[in-house]
């Protein structure tokens, strides 16, 4: 029993690991008034006839907090990189030098700011049902080991850890949707 009770912890805290791991992806994406080379991981470009990322035939950098370089490997994509850019639908306008494709990041109004900060509250709470669904996975399984043996005791000690996780995962999606928030609203 001690061994099952460690599997369904393990399992339980891997699939809480999850849900985080893919807020914080998530929140990368959204950008908050600085230049980010994440912005552009979405960008599929034409190569040779097949989508590939950008960041595969090209250097993405961020010279500064309102500029993305973006470095072809071949001069020759310019021009599928900058049609790439605009049909991802990010709102970039991309210029190119003959040698680069240059994004001037512009400032985010208020109104896109709020907008901005309601994709982070939603990827939040995303993150907080895979938690719940976790636990409830857990609480299930716990159900099944008491039915099968596991003392009553046992089992309510195991609720009570497994609440205390979630609760713990819960305020790491919170804490995280705050500095998130914090960094978007802040002019």
Known sequence: MEEELEL???????????AIAHMEKSLLKIRAGRASASMLDSVMVEYYGAPTPLAQVSNVNTPDARTISIQPWEKSIIPDIERAIMNAGLGFNPMN?????????????EERRRE???????????????????????MDELKKMGNDGLSEDMRKDSENDIQKMTDEYIAKCDAMFAKKENDIMTV
């Not at 369904?8 to 999850?18: A, I, L, N, Q």
Request: proline share 4%; aromatic share 2%.
């Open 97 to 109: 030098n003959g040698e680069s494709v240059i994004i001037s990041v512009p400032p985010l109004t």
């Open 116 to 138: 901005l900060a309601k994709m982070a509250k939603a990827e939040s709470e995303s993150a907080k049902v895979g938690v719940r669904a976790a636990r409830k996975s857990a």
């Open 8 to 18: 369904v912890f393990e399992s339980t805290k891997d699939d809480m690991d999850r």
